[in-house]
């Protein structure tokens, strides 16, 4: 059977990355291209690239239904960060890899501080009381230009009902989170991280999706109000994709 093969122009186009980040995939080995005649032109394997497009589209699934299941499953360990330290770790990674291929540095700081307060939320409050698995499901897609964070933990209405007894549903919490200061001490604090991700998002061509419960979270750029709808699925802890729409 003959194997297709594509122009790395075209691989690139497919994936939604650069010239440039293929050839770095190709020398790491992530990503391995055929060389064919004299002048030994990178090719790629069309099979290749297919499995590649499914694994990142996939991985936004796997993360919901870890998210959502009734008992958590293992994880693939470089999607699974099961202690700050880790999460941390690859945190700084994923810095130094965007870096590389993003042309303003103020992308990627802004970037970073969003993922890593919310994965920070994970570990701050949810120590010594994990449902089933502690830690964060944590992801970079590079095509669409998303990171994933998921975390089977108790949840943003668990959390600020200790403070705010007052509140009832997913939604009510979620909408306190991102639009009160409570004060900075711990459960407490909780909501005030999270107003600082709403301030970066809506004054910057980033966008936020995010679930706890059933409540969920749509927030975007010039936003001044907030979109919180009830949804049919419930998330046990946390949900988030952080979407960069272009970059500035």
């Not at 990355?17 to 064919?36: F, H, M, N």
């Not at 945190?91 to 970037?111: A, C, I």
């Amino acid at each position: 059977m003959q194997i297709k093969l594509i122009k790395i122009g075209k691989a690139a186009e497919l994936l939604g990355v650069s010239i440039d980040t293929l050839r770095r995939w190709d020398k790491s080995g992530k990503l391995l291209s055929v060389r064919i005649g004299s002048k030994g032109h990178r090719l790629y394997r069309f099979s290749d690239i297919e499995s590649k497009l499914n694994s990142t589209s996939n991985q936004r699934n796997l993360a919901k239904e870890w998210a959502q299941s009734s008992r958590g499953f293992l994880l693939d360990s470089q999607s699974h960060c099961e202690t700050r330290d880790v999460f941390q770790a690859r945190l700084e990674t994923m810095q130094s890899f965007l870096g590389k291929t993003m042309s303003l540095e103020k992308v990627v700081s802004l970037v970073i501080a969003v993922a890593g307060e919310i994965g920070s939320n994970s570990f701050d409050h949810n120590l010594g009381s994990w449902s089933d698995m502690m830690g964060v499901f944590f992801y970079y897609d590079e095509k669409n230009k998303s990171i994933i964070l998921a975390d089977r933990g108790q949840g943003i209405l668990s959390t600020l009902k200790r403070v705010k007894p007052e509140l009832n549903t997913a939604k009510e919490a979620l909408e306190v989170a991102f639009t009160e200061t409570i004060s900075g001490r711990y459960p407490e604090a909780r909501g005030n991280g999270l107003k600082f991700v709403r301030s970066v998002i809506t004054n910057n061509p980033f966008s936020l999706e995010f679930q706890t419960g059933n409540a969920f979270l749509h927030l975007k750029q010039n936003d001044r109000g907030l979109s919180i709808q009830e949804v049919g699925t419930t998330i046990k802890g946390c949900f988030a994709t952080i979407r960069i729409e272009k970059e500035i």
